[in-house]
């Protein structure tokens, strides 16, 4: 089982406002992912990364960014928060090559006001 | 054009039966398959998975049939507990340089009912 934390779990905030989602894992995992899940709907993948200082978008388009300048850290970043926005936001992790199974963080309920 | 899809979005089956999820694709790349499960407010957590050379893996009340043929996958748990009732999520994995992702179906709701 991975350990794969996010924070905040939580948060409300005003529309322009700047935020940024934590991701963290202790796993030692080259590959971190984000996706975007909105209520009764699919997951979809919004960034990834293979590595330190690889980032790569995802299948749907986001005006979120993100960096991955350590291992185990993998933050998302809006500049202006806007009511389009609100959605669960999930990080998850996998080991190299021939593994395929991602583990999860718990993710982030995004609300923007 | 989803490449996923999961056509139940909700089942109900009694305590101690078995749960059927079901599970079509349409991308005839996809060579990995995987079910998660996730609760209300959490992250989805890793069940079950088979490669496309195999039909059927099986782990514990869990088992996972692959027919290739149908493009078709589902996955049983036997005997279904209370403990089971949550959106459970098909995934798929395609080989080359698209491996990388994982493409999720909508998801099922499963309820078990004691």
């Known amino acids: 089982e991975a350990d794969i934390y996010q924070t905040p779990r939580y948060l409300v905030i005003g529309t322009g406002k700047k935020i940024t989602l934590e991701c963290s894992q202790t796993m030692g995992h080259d590959k971190m992912y984000w996706y975007q899940q909105d209520p009764g709907m699919e997951l979809h993948l919004i960034h990834y990364s293979y590595g330190v200082n690889s980032t790569e978008k995802g299948d749907l388009s986001s005006e979120s960014t993100v960096s991955r300048i350590r291992t185990e850290h993998f933050p998302l970043t809006l500049e202006s928060a806007r009511p389009s926005h609100t959605s669960q936001y999930l990080c998850?992790?996998?080991?190299?090559?021939?593994?395929?199974?991602?583990?999860f963080g718990p993710g982030t309920r995004l609300t923007v006001t | 054009d989803q490449q996923v899809k999961q056509n139940s979005p909700s089942l109900s089956v009694q305590e101690g039966r078995i749960s059927i999820l079901n599970c079509d694709y349409t991308?005839?790349?996809?060579?990995?398959f995987l079910w998660y499960k996730k609760y209300p407010a959490e992250g989805p957590t890793f069940l079950i998975s088979?490669?496309?050379?195999?039909d059927k893996n099986e782990d514990g009340r869990f088992t996972v049939f692959l027919n290739k043929s149908a493009k078709h996958l589902s996955l049983h748990i036997v005997p279904s507990q209370p403990g089971d009732s949550a959106v459970y999520f098909c995934a798929a994995s395609a080989r080359g340089f698209g491996n990388e992702k994982l493409t999720f179906g909508t998801g099922t709701r499963l309820t078990i009912i004691p």
């Open positions: 088979i490669s496309s050379i195999k």
């Open positions: 998850a992790s996998r080991r190299g090559q021939g593994a395929y199974e991602q583990y």
């Open positions: 991308n005839s790349m996809f060579d990995y």
